[in-house]
């Protein structure tokens, strides 16, 4: 059975920082894909970043590159988004999603079979 939880959301002031977890368990992360999606209100659920673990390769936003930084540990089965110079706009809920394979097999996020709960985090000016 596998399951993802995200934690690691919270209220932090314009220019801070943030660590989201993403604690999965019940499959091999070797073997699979990991992003993190956020949704603000009133707007789409959009994807942030995304890691394969098949290579290492990741994927960010335009939006967050270059401030988010993706990552994944192995021996804990955890992959991490670490969010720095964080802006108001990133006020979002944030979840994690897995699915088989590369980054580059899923396009959206109604392709990913396996999704955690999502954290809030808020970025107050």
């Known amino acids: 059975d596998v399951q993802l939880q995200a934690s690691g959301g919270g209220l932090v002031q314009a220019g801070g920082s943030l660590r989201l977890s993403c604690a999965i368990s019940g499959f091999d992360l070797d073997d699979y894909a990991v992003g993190w999606f956020r949704q603000a209100p009133g707007k789409e659920r959009e994807g942030v970043s995304c890691?394969?673990?098949?290579?290492?390769?990741?994927t960010y936003a335009d939006s967050v590159q270059g401030r988010f930084t993706i990552s994944s540990d192995n021996a804990k089965n955890t992959v991490y988004l670490q969010m720095n110079s964080l802006k108001p706009e990133d006020t979002a809920v944030y979840s994690c999603a897995a699915d088989f394979g590369h980054c580059s097999y899923y396009s959206e996020a109604y392709e990913y079979d396996n999704w955690g709960q999502g954290t809030q985090v808020t970025v107050s000016s």
């Open positions: 890691i394969s673990r098949i290579d290492g390769s990741t």
